[in-house]
T-cell receptor, first 114, second 114 residues
Framework: AQSVTQLDSHVSVSEGTPVLLRCNYSSSYSPSLFWYVQHPNKGLQLLLKYTSAATLVKGINGFEAEFKKSETSFHLTKPSAHMSDAAEYFC????????????FGAGTRLFVKA | DVKVTQSSRYLVKRTGEKVFLECVQD?????MFWYRQDPGLGLRLIYFSYDVKMKEKGDIPEGYSVSREKKERFSLILESASTNQTSMYLCASSLPERSSYEQYFGPGTRLTVT
């Protein structure tokens, strides 16, 4: 069965320190992997995606993620947090299983302290 | 700039009312989706449509129906609203078929059923 697990429901960092949001997936198929960000009262916006090319993917606003097949992980990182990064982040797996299926993680809320 | 718009940002309805949520996209996308978002549960797919007049049930279709008469418009219908349908509803669209295509989201409609 396919699944996505975001390992932390909440992460709190100080401004200027690194950010790590963790995501593990389970899939029998070769997945495409995405990270989306949702600011309060807004829709989801794509941060970055992995689609079987380079395993280190760079996204918008200084975020990047590394696909590690052996660990079935796709963790999101940023070297230095900014106050504007405070939001909810979703890890998403998309599969072609003969049909189209997208699975969302439960989300990680990032708090950034001044 | 790509755009997915939803007819209302906030909606308050009474139990038993018929509720229509409208979504319009201007990207000529074949796929359109309706999700509900609840704290700690991420996004759950209600219905999706891969073409005009075509629809597929998602993970939680009970109590909902959809309509897609034109390519750019996808409507979600709550036939008889109930309090457990109080939620944030998100519409999205994407290019067809390939799992590597990201989804574009609208800003969401926060529905309260009293």
């Amino acid at each position: 069965a396919q699944s996505v697990t975001q390992l932390d429901s909440h992460v709190s960092v100080s401004e200027g320190t690194p950010v790590l949001l963790r995501c593990n997936y389970s899939s029998s198929y070769s997945p495409s992997l995405f990270w989306y960000v949702q600011h309060p009262n807004k829709g989801l916006q794509l941060l970055l995606k992995y689609t079987s090319a380079a395993t280190l993917v760079k996204g918008i606003n200084g975020f990047e993620a590394e696909f590690k097949k052996s660990e079935t992980s796709f963790h999101l990182t940023k070297p230095s947090a900014h106050m504007s990064d405070a939001a909810e982040y979703f890890c998403v797996v998309s599969l072609n299983t003969g049909g189209f299926k997208t699975i969302f993680g439960a989300g990680t809320r990032l708090f950034v302290k001044a | 700039d790509v755009k997915v718009t939803q007819s209302s940002r906030y909606l308050v309805k009474r139990t038993g009312e018929k509720v229509f949520l409208e979504c319009v996209q201007d990207m000529d996308h074949e796929n359109m989706f309706w999700y509900r978002q609840d704290p700690g549960l991420g996004l759950r797919l209600i219905y999706f449509s891969y073409d005009v007049k075509m629809k597929e049930k998602g993970d939680i279709p009970e109590g909902y129906s959809v309509s897609r008469e034109k390519k750019e418009r996808f409507s979600l219908i709550l036939e008889s609203a109930s309090t457990n349908q109080t939620s944030m509803y998100l519409c999205a669209s994407s290019l067809p078929e390939r799992s590597s295509y990201e989804q574009y989201f609208g800003p969401g409609t926060r529905l309260t059923v009293t």
